[in-house]
């Protein structure tokens, strides 16, 4: 039956089990110290969800009502939360018997204004709001949604990048989520700015504006400039162009993440102090990476690499770990599942 699933539903099955496992393990009051000092947690669309086939970033989005339950879950268990900027001073702290929760929303989405803060402000729980330049000034694109639209609407998909054409038919579901992991991976694999540029110039012969897709999406510098205003809004960093920086050259890497804080801090009037690295694994995380963030000043740096907080963290405070609030497993245990922190210690055991 496997064999004929996509690999991305291959790995939700999975995750799915993992997270099944912890639930029961906590239940039982089972491997207590995975929890560690806390967690922060990580989203990016928060709306109400609109069923598309096929979906390929299911997991990029989670419903307002889930996002309440997600924080209404974690107050009951005790947790405290806080700004990101606060973590390292309570990695530093002596342990205290309470959790703590920090809050972040990746690539300034509009509904992390209209959907998501409302629901921050009934908890009073800060969030800190990575915003990419390049997304909120127009000049970039967001090509995971440009590619799944694409696929969406065409029976068959043939881009080439770098001299080399990828066709792919696309005439079924299971043909489109193919057809989106395939040429996804393509992307990841080649010149990323010249693959999107060729993605983008496809889409628009297919009708689709990518550009206009970023100005529906994106809080522009304005709408941003506002939202900063806010007190339990933070801006962090995030990048100018959110591309995969172990590609880049020293020089063009050290210039992206101090044009983007000096981006933040024209939008916020403050300079900030935390940064997210684009995409949050190892195409833009590394030992060469973080130094260009800590050689920027910043005080701290979140990947998607899973895990809970503990005192040993203090010495890893530009990769630090983050827990996805996925929009495939909503329900209250799976947010208590993940705050545990087994399935990932269960994961590294293994």
Request: with cysteine.
């Amino acid at each position: 039956m496997w064999g004929k699933m996509s690999k991305a539903s291959i790995r939700r099955r999975v995750i799915a089990g993992g997270l099944t496992t912890a639930s029961m393990m906590q239940r039982l009051k089972l491997m207590q110290d995975a929890r560690g000092r806390g967690a922060i947690f990580t989203l990016h669309h928060v709306r109400p969800y609109q069923a598309r086939q096929p979906d390929p970033n299911r997991h990029l989005e989670i419903t307002p009502q889930f996002l309440a339950t997600a924080l209404r879950t974690l107050w009951r268990e005790n947790y405290e939360f806080i700004a990101l900027d606060q973590v390292p001073e309570r990695l530093a702290a002596p342990s205290s018997t309470r959790p703590f929760a920090a809050f972040t929303l990746d690539d300034a989405y509009r509904n992390t204004q209209t959907m998501a803060l409302p629901i921050f402000e009934h908890f009073e729980a800060p969030c800190t709001v990575f915003a990419c330049q390049g997304l909120s000034n127009r000049s970039h694109t967001l090509w995971w949604e440009t590619l799944a639209a694409l696929v969406r609407k065409a029976d068959h998909v043939e881009l080439s990048i770098d001299g080399v054409t990828t066709a792919v038919s696309a005439q079924t579901t299971d043909n489109k989520q193919h057809a989106f992991e395939q040429i996804a991976q393509r992307i990841a694999q080649s010149d990323e700015a010249a693959a999107i540029h060729a993605l983008n110039a496809l889409a628009l012969h297919h009708g689709i504006n990518s550009v206009e897709m970023v100005e529906d999406a994106i809080m522009s510098t304005t709408e941003l400039r506002d939202f900063a205003s806010h007190p339990l809004v933070t801006l962090g960093a995030h990048s100018v162009s959110h591309r995969a920086l172990t590609k880049l050259s020293n020089e063009d890497l050290a210039q992206d993440i101090l044009d983007s804080v000096d981006y933040i801090e024209g939008v916020s009037g403050e300079r900030p102090t935390s940064f997210a690295y684009p995409y949050g694994d190892a195409r833009s995380v590394d030992e060469r990476t973080a130094q260009a963030v800590r050689d920027a000043g910043l005080k701290l740096a979140v990947t998607t690499k899973p895990g809970t907080l503990n005192a040993h963290h203090q010495a890893a405070l530009y990769t630090l770990p983050r827990i996805s609030l996925n929009g495939y497993f909503q329900t209250p245990q799976h947010v208590n599942a993940l705050a545990s922190g087994i399935p990932f210690k269960l994961f590294r055991q293994g």
